[in-house]
C-alpha cells in the first residue's frame, strides 16, 4: 500500500481527506512524523503554495507527500482574500477575524458571488502532479452555523440554501472544492498503483 504524508496541521482538512481516500493509501500526518514547526507559505498563488508545503516536507523527511492550498475568491472584490485566505485580516488574525472583514469589503455590495478553489500538488516518486477542484457559491450577508470551519459559515454553494457550517460534513465533502481536488488525486492514484 501506498504510504504518503499530508502535508497539513489542520485536523478538519484532515479528516476530509481521509473520509475520501479511505483505504486507499496509508495517510501519514505531520503529527506522526513529529513534525510541530510551521510550514512555509509564501507564494502568490496557490499552486505555489501547495508545491513549496509539499517539497517542504519531502526535502525534510524523504517520503512521498501532498499538500493543499485553498482560497476563498470573491468577484466583487476582484478574486481577493484568494491565495491570502488564512491571513486576510493580519498575520495574527483568526477566521473570525477574517469573516468580518470580508462582510465589511462587501457592505452595499449586490454582487455577491464567489467561489472556493483548492489546488492539491502530490509529490510522487520524484515527480509533481497538481489536481484542481472549485465550488461555486455566493457570500451571505451574515453567518450561518457551527459546523466547519474558516469562511464555511459565510460561504452558500450554489443549488443550496444552506451555508457550507450548516451542512452535515459528508455533504459538504461530496461537493466541496477540497473534495473535488483530492478526489481527482484519488483516481490517479489508483491508476498509477495498477502501473
Keep these: 500500500m501506498l504510504k504518503i504524508v499530508f502535508a497539513s496541521h489542520n485536523k478538519h482538512k484532515k479528516q476530509e481527506v481521509a473520509d475520501i481516500l ?30 513549496q508545503k509539499a517539497r517542504f516536507v519531502r526535502e525534510k523527511y524523504g517520503l ?6 485553498t482560497g476563498l475568491e470573491v468577484e ?3 478574486g481577493a ?37 483548492t489546488v492539491v500538488a502530490l509529490l510522487l516518486d520524484g515527480r509533481e502532479y497538481l489536481f484542481e477542484g472549485e465550488v461555486k457559491g455566493e457570500i451571505l450577508r451574515q453567518k450561518a452555523g457551527s459546523k ?5 459559515p459565510l460561504f452558500r454553494p450554489e443549488g443550496y440554501e444552506q451555508s457550507f457550517a450548516q451542512l452535515e460534513p459528508e455533504q459538504k465533502n461530496r461537493i466541496s472544492h477540497r473534495a473535488a481536488a483530492v478526489r481527482k488525486m484519488a483516481l490517479f492514484l489508483e491508476v498509477y498503483k495498477k502501473n
Design 148 to 152: 466547519g470551519f474558516g469562511y464555511d
Design 81 to 117: 482574500p484568494g491565495v491570502y485566505s488564512a491571513r486576510y485580516a493580519g498575520p495574527a488574525c483568526n477566521f473570525d477575524d477574517n469573516m468580518d472583514k470580508l462582510l465589511l469589503e462587501l457592505e452595499g455590495k449586490v454582487n455577491r458571488k464567489a467561489r472556493f478553489r
Design 64 to 69: 512521498d507527500c501532498f499538500a493543499d492550498d
Design 22 to 51: 479511505g483505504n486507499s493509501v496509508e495517510l501519514i500526518d505531520l503529527e506522526d512524523l513529529n513534525c510541530n514547526e510551521d510550514i512555509p507559505e509564501t507564494q502568490d498563488s496557490l499552486q505555489g503554495n501547495a508545491l
Design 76 to 78: 466583487a472584490l476582484n
